[in-house]
């Protein structure tokens, strides 16, 4: 997708992703622009962190299960190009968060099953079902290093998911924005344009808050119009610093 407009790094696995995902779908309607959606690991962007020492005891299994999804998303473009992987990852994000909560955490891709919830996406979008053996060849491995390394490129290296990238190939990158809440219509339009703004200049680097409210999504038991903030929530979705 040569043409594409913004291209979208993502981990299935991230809220924060799945809500910027959201919002600019919503942009996307409005003013027509081109997404390429592309890969970024944070289970491979850890790869040498100690997960027990470090983060929460779910983590690690969430993180592994948005590689092995990860790696029928590249299985889909090897067959099929970039033009599907928008929809499969719009079923891995209603089905993971989307939902309401499940016992011990709510990523669906660890507590749910992740052969059924590649599966099920599969299957929504008309691709074969078979693909979802991908889940467990590591061979594709190599595409999202690649690729997640290219994301990483475009930012440096101390950030999280998801990255942005306006106007490929020659347009500035972001991390983020992560935001907690969707934007109505006009508000999606404004915040593109302040975001836009930002990137436009290359002599932007971070504007950043620490608190943060939880994300309102039902896996999180926080419906639309409520709050919940809690510092530093964040952690484990971004890459550990060092």
């Not at 997708?1 to 799945?18: E, G, K, S, T």
């Not at 997960?51 to 029928?72: C, I």
Request: with cysteine; charged share 25%; hydrophobic share 40%.
């Amino acid at each position: 997708m040569a043409d594409a407009d913004l291209h979208f790094y993502f981990d299935p696995v991230c809220p924060f992703a799945w809500m910027t995902s959201k919002w600019v779908r919503i942009v996307q309607r409005q003013r027509d622009y081109h997404v390429d959606w592309r890969f970024i690991s944070l289970r491979l962007i850890n790869a040498n962190v100690d997960y027990d020492a470090h983060f929460p005891p779910e983590y690690e299994a969430s993180h592994t299960a948005g590689l092995k999804l990860l790696r029928v998303a590249a299985r889909i473009r090897d067959e099929h190009g970039s033009e599907p992987l928008g929809a499969f990852y719009k079923v891995l994000g209603e089905e993971t968060f989307e939902r309401e909560p499940v016992p011990g955490g709510s990523a669906a891709a660890v507590h749910r099953g992740t052969h059924a919830l590649a599966t099920e996406a599969l299957t929504r979008n008309g691709l074969p079902a078979d693909y979802a053996s991908a889940l467990e060849d590591a061979s594709w491995d190599s595409v999202i290093q690649a690729e997640t390394d290219e994301a990483l490129s475009l930012t440096g290296k101390d950030v999280g998911t998801p990255i942005l990238h306006f106007a490929p190939p020659d347009g500035n990158a972001l991390f983020g924005p992560v935001i907690s809440r969707l934007p109505d219509e006009t508000e999606a339009l404004e915040l593109w344009e302040h975001v836009i703004a930002l990137g436009r200049f290359p002599g932007f680097a971070e504007l950043k808050r620490s608190m943060r409210e939880q994300p309102q999504l039902p896996s999180f038991g926080v419906r639309p119009g409520e709050v919940g903030i809690q510092e530093d929530w964040h952690a484990g979705s971004r890459r550990l610093k060092k």
